[in-house]
């Protein structure tokens, strides 16, 4: 009985979920796939009508990645602000998709544009959840050389998310090594973020894994492409790796 209350009352009230740029291309490597998008927005769809407030950060590596156009010889300022851009590409793409599906969303960029989305404006953002609106942070943070795992800690602690939900591509949480290389790979249940750091997990940057443990943000890293995984996991279910701040308490 009280399993069956568990699994059907979401634990969290809102979230911040993080998609990779790359988790748009679906099985190409580059560009974005209208029928992954499709997929992952009635994932969306089915924990927006849960009651959930939804906040998403999206990245842009299926378009551009800053830190390899710093590595053949550009500026890296000035490669990180190209893929800024592509994160609001790609934050347009969802918008359309999620609103073509009934939900009611909204792009706030950290970067001017106001013909195409609103200026990231915090309690703008957190009136739009409020009013059950989907918000999407577009953009990055703003500034070069951070990443959008920091832009998913630091807009989770300033709307007061109550997780993020990190969904990645093929993987189904976090391994002491890459599973897809070394067979002798070890799943992780629970982790800290002293763990990341100390251990070089490779799951957050450094910066995001200080920030979401300085606010004492909890982390669930989780396979995206697993019909229903979103869904599972704000209704309480044990997928995926749990990482939590300085201790597994």
Not at 159 to 172: E, F, G, P, T, W
């Given at each position: 009985?009280?399993?069956?209350?568990?699994?059907?009352?979401?634990?969290?009230?809102?979230?911040?979920?993080?998609?990779?740029?790359?988790?748009?291309?679906?099985?190409?490597?580059?560009?974005?796939?209208?029928?992954?998008?499709?997929?992952?927005?009635?994932?969306?769809?089915?924990?927006?009508?849960?009651?959930?407030?939804?906040?998403?950060?999206?990245?842009?590596?299926?378009?551009?990645?800053?830190?390899?156009?710093?590595?053949?010889?550009?500026?890296?300022?000035?490669?990180?602000?190209?893929?800024?851009?592509?994160?609001?590409?790609?934050?347009?793409?969802?918008?359309?998709?999620?609103?073509?599906?009934?939900?009611?969303?909204?792009?706030?960029?950290?970067?001017?544009?106001?013909?195409?989305?609103?200026?990231?404006?915090?309690?703008?953002?957190?009136?739009?959840?409020?009013?059950?609106?989907?918000?999407?942070?577009?953009?990055?943070?703003?500034?070069?050389?951070?990443?959008?795992?920091?832009?998913?800690?630091?807009?989770?602690?300033?709307?007061?998310a109550d997780v993020i939900m990190m969904a990645k591509n093929n993987v189904d949480g976090v391994y002491s090594a890459d599973p897809m290389k070394d067979d002798e790979?070890?799943?992780?249940?629970?982790?800290?973020?002293?763990?990341?750091?100390?251990?070089?997990?490779?799951?957050?940057?450094?910066?995001?894994?200080?920030?979401?443990?300085?606010?004492?943000?909890?982390?669930?890293?989780?396979?995206?492409?697993?019909?229903?995984?979103?869904?599972?996991?704000?209704?309480?279910?044990?997928?995926?790796?749990?990482?939590?701040?300085?201790?597994?308490?």
């Amino acid at each position: 009985m009280l399993g069956e209350v568990y699994m059907s009352e979401p634990i969290y009230k809102r979230i911040v979920l993080k998609l990779s740029g790359e988790a748009l291309a679906g099985d190409k490597d580059f560009g974005i796939n209208p029928l992954t998008i499709q997929k992952i927005c009635q994932e969306i769809k089915d924990v927006y009508e849960l009651g959930i407030e939804i906040a998403i950060v999206v990245g842009g590596g299926n378009i551009w990645r800053g830190q390899t156009g710093s590595e053949m010889g550009m500026e890296r300022a000035q490669a990180d602000y190209m893929g800024m851009i592509a994160t609001i590409m790609n934050g347009l793409a969802l918008q359309d998709s999620l609103e073509n599906a009934g939900v009611p969303t909204r792009v706030q960029t950290s970067i001017e544009m106001k013909e195409v989305a609103e200026q990231y404006i915090r309690r703008r953002a957190i009136r739009h959840l409020e009013k059950g609106r989907v918000v999407i942070f577009a953009g990055g943070t703003g500034n070069p050389y951070f990443s959008t795992d920091t832009t998913a800690a630091l807009r989770a602690a300033e709307i007061k998310a109550d997780v993020i939900m990190m969904a990645k591509n093929n993987v189904d949480g976090v391994y002491s090594a890459d599973p897809m290389k070394d067979d002798e790979a070890v799943k992780y249940d629970k982790l800290t973020y002293l763990d990341i750091i100390n251990q070089s997990l490779g799951v957050m940057d450094t910066t995001a894994s200080t920030l979401s443990m300085d606010n004492d943000i909890p982390l669930l890293v989780f396979k995206l492409n697993e019909r229903g995984n979103i869904k599972r996991a704000v209704l309480g279910e044990a997928i995926g790796t749990t990482v939590k701040g300085k201790t597994n308490e």
